[in-house]
Nanobody, 125 residues
């Protein structure tokens, strides 16, 4: 089984930066894909970025491409989401999730079998 713990959320002004962390533990074969999702109030949960943890390949949603970077530090068993040039529309609960490689291919919630509790990001104008 895989366990995920997010941290690093907070409040920031537009144009600022935050780095979210997702501490990952458990079976590596259950976390071939690690992803960040976000959900704003009254909005659908959507994927933001994914990383094939075994090879390091990454993909980004159109709304964050060029501003966010997903990365991993294997020594610390942690996946990061560096969030730059933040906009008010980035405000949401951010969740990390882990699952098999199909998660990174299809970016569907149901492909991920482990989820963190979420961390709040608020961007003010």
């Amino acid at each position: 089984q895989v366990q995920l713990v997010e941290s690093g959320g907070g409040s920031v002004q537009a144009g600022g930066s935050l780095r979210l962390s997702c501490a990952v533990s458990g079976n590596i074969y259950s976390r071939n894909c690690v992803a960040w999702f976000r959900q704003a109030p009254a909005k659908e949960r959507k994927w933001v970025a994914v990383i094939y943890s075994t090879i390091g390949t990454t993909y980004y949603g159109d709304s964050v491409k060029g501003r966010f970077i997903i990365s991993q530090d294997n020594a610390k068993n942690t996946v990061y989401l560096q969030m730059n040039s933040l906009k008010p529309e980035d405000s949401a609960m951010y969740y990390c999730a882990a699952g098999p490689g199909t998660g990174c291919s299809l970016r569907r919630q149901n492909d991920f079998n482990a989820w963190g509790q979420g961390t709040q990001v608020t961007v003010s104008s």
